[in-house]
């Protein structure tokens, strides 16, 4: 299954806010996209950096109440890895395990696309093993 398949399936439209956004805008944003990640960008094409709900969380116990006026600039991750829309989802999925993320913005031509987020990726694969059991037992049925 290819990237552009999940986003289809699951949804492509990334949540950014511009490098200006404070921390209390930004998560409010999480709340109202039902999301765990807000990819940073003043254009809604380019990745500046990526911020998720654990980052915030983190962040907590370092600048405490005063967190929501903190610039998005300081808690993003500025050295963000991407796939491609049409990468394997078992190919993103390995490369998310190892470089220990749960979601990757995914770039078309240069331009932001989607954001992917490892559970969905699971769950593809777990739905493509699925038929590719189901086509063997049929296989050996007929067989027998």
């Known amino acids: 299954m290819k990237i552009t398949q999940i986003l289809e399936e699951y949804g492509s439209k990334p949540v950014t806010v511009p490098t200006h956004t404070t921390i209390g805008p930004l998560s409010h944003r999480l709340k109202l996209e039902r999301t765990g990640s807000v990819i940073i960008s ?18 907590l116990s370092t600048y ?11 808690l993003m991750i500025k050295d963000v890895h991407a796939c491609k829309h049409d990468d394997d989802a078992k190919t993103v999925m390995h490369r998310m395990s190892y470089w220990r993320v749960r979601y990757l913005p995914v770039m078309d031509g240069g331009k932001l696309v989607g954001v992917v987020n490892i559970r969905d990726l699971v769950k593809s694969c777990l739905i493509d093993a699925e038929m590719e059991t189901n086509v063997l037992r049929d296989f050996i049925v007929a067989a027998s």
């Open 64 to 74: 405490g109440a005063e967190l929501i006026d903190v610039p998005v600039t300081e």
């Open 42 to 59: 003043n254009d809604g094409n380019t990745v500046e950096g990526i911020i998720t709900a654990r980052d915030i969380v983190r962040a």
